[in-house]
């Protein structure tokens, strides 16, 4: 049988050849076997998971400004009551006027300017609470006068993070037996977005006035002796105001 022979750069390719495939597999094996994906570590609490934080947030209100005519519409002057009633209760800075400038709107913005300061005097906005700057108008925006203060918001979240899967395809992970990341993220979101005065979420309100008119029908009737409760009449038939009481339980 004859001898082959192969010359140089031909065993050369071969050896090239044979080591990339080595090399692949080499890649291959080591994904397949490498290092245990490291553990999440995070609070059982989901309040600390998803804590609810404050911070300042902007409260705007746009008055769109007419070239044709100057002042107010009836909707756009609820708009401004609407905006100083809520700055009484939840601003917690002055009110800024961003006024459009440029001569064709000058006369219309000056208009609706007066009037937008006569509303806000009216609803009990004091006039060093208000702060009045321009800004020149983009050509792709309608001009508005601008109305915004500071107000406390609540946050929390983003939600949508899982840094393990619920199935057991980490058993370490699995074999804990914890809340995954992802729980009470949506309760504290809509918490935090319902909540009417964010600062509830930290400290309980001051004590307001008592009802006198009550308090003094209350003690009246400790002065004579008598019960200061309500009455609520009932007879043997378990009956108030003509309604059947259920007797599930008894």
């Given amino acids: 049988m004859a001898h082959v022979r192969t010359s140089p750069a031909a065993a050369l390719r071969k050896a090239v050849l044979r080591a990339c495939l080595l090399g692949g597999a080499a890649v291959a094996l080591a994904g397949c076997y490498g290092p245990p994906k490291p553990l999440v570590l995070y609070p059982d609490d989901y309040r600390e998971r998803h804590p609810i934080t404050l911070r300042e947030s902007a409260r705007t209100v746009e008055v769109f400004v007419s070239r044709g005519r100057g002042g107010l519409s009836p909707a756009q002057r609820a708009d401004v009551a609407a905006f100083a009633a809520t700055w009484k209760h939840k601003g917690t800075s002055g009110v800024i006027v961003d006024v459009p400038r440029g001569n064709a709107i000058k006369h219309a913005a000056a208009d609706s300017l ?5 509303i806000l005097n009216a609803s009990g906005v004091p006039g ?3 702060l009045v700057r321009s800004y020149v108008v983009s050509d792709l925006s309608p001009p508005s006068i601008r109305l915004s203060y500071a107000q406390l918001s609540a946050h929390a ?3 949508g993070f899982w840094p393990d899967d619920l199935g057991p395809g980490d058993l370490r992970v699995y074999q804990q037996n914890r809340a995954y990341w992802n ?7 809509n918490l935090a977005a319902m909540v009417d005065n964010p600062a509830d979420l930290v400290q309980p309100r001051g004590e307001g006035p008592a009802y006198m008119a009550r308090r003094s029908v209350v003690l009246d009737k400790y002065r004579k002796g008598e019960v200061t409760t309500g009455g609520y009449p009932s007879d043997s038939t378990n009956s108030y105001d003509g309604a059947k009481l259920s007797d599930v339980g008894k």
């Fill in 114 to 118: 007066r009037e937008i300061h006569s």
């Fill in 183 to 189: 729980l009470g993220c949506a309760n504290q979101r």
């Fill in 157 to 159: 979240g983003p939600c």
């Fill in 128 to 130: 060093r609470a208000v």
